[in-house]
């Protein structure tokens, strides 16, 4: 494809509720990262894939978040029992080889949780 | 654990501006470190990225410099248009793959 895409751009969620937010990453991308960015900050990261393997889940902030990336391209960023504290703008970036220079980003997901 | 910090954290300047946004970061092995621009409620767009071996790299109005043993990296944009206006983020790249980054600089160019 052209970019990352992901999927939905905005999700509003009541507390408690389970949410799914999807990447595409460029095709032929071997590296996949999740990155979560509150309001006024930067990025913080969450998690790396590279094809089908999570290498790296060291910033996933509880066990409520929980990634995958089953065929080692579309990925899925699932977070249950929401909490208002999750709402942030979640961020995918894709990079063509393990170690690429270059993180290539979608435009996120904005989660709000009321 | 690597802690990136950039300042100021909002700047705001007249047209035809030079200015200069300043990163820090705290430990010096790193693999290289990157300038992104970040639109309101889009994604992140690289602008210049840096080798831990190279000392600045340019891209037009923009150069980017670094001194890793210092743990300093500048942003330099010249003659600033309203166009320019977003917030720059700096991040670098360790061993880990992942990006740490800084708080952001929200720049505002008014014409």
């Known amino acids: 494809g052209a970019g990352v895409s992901q999927s939905p751009r905005y999700k509003v969620a009541k507390r408690g509720q389970d949410v799914a937010l999807r990447c595409d990453p460029i095709s032929g991308h071997v590296s996949l990262f999740w990155y979560q960015q509150a309001l006024g900050q930067g990025p913080e990261f969450l998690t790396y894939f590279q094809n089908e393997a999570q290498l790296d889940k060291s910033g996933l902030p509880s066990d409520r978040f929980f990634a995958e990336r089953p065929e080692g391209s579309v990925s899925t960023l699932k977070i249950q029992r929401t909490q208002q504290e999750d709402s942030a703008v979640y961020l995918c970036?894709?990079?063509?080889?393990?170690?690429?220079?270059?993180?290539?980003f979608g435009p996120g997901t904005r989660l709000l949780v009321l | 654990k690597q802690e990136v910090t950039q300042i100021p954290a909002a700047l705001s300047v007249p047209e035809g501006e030079n200015l200069v946004l300043n990163c820090s970061f705290t430990d010096s092995a790193i693999y290289n470190l990157q300038w992104f621009r970040q639109d309101p409620g889009k994604g992140l767009t690289s602008l210049l990225l840096?080798?831990?071996?190279?000392r600045e790299q340019t891209s037009g109005r923009l150069n980017a410099s670094l001194d890793k043993s210092s743990g300093r990296s500048t942003l330099y944009i010249a003659a600033s248009q309203p166009g320019d206006s977003a917030t720059y983020l700096c991040?670098?790249?360790?061993?880990?793959?992942?990006?740490?980054f800084g708080g952001g600089t929200r720049l505002m160019v008014k014409p």
């Open positions: 970036a894709s990079s063509s080889y393990p170690g690429g220079e270059t993180q290539y």
């Open positions: 840096i080798q831990s071996s190279q």
């Open positions: 991040a670098v790249k360790d061993a880990g793959n992942m990006l740490t």
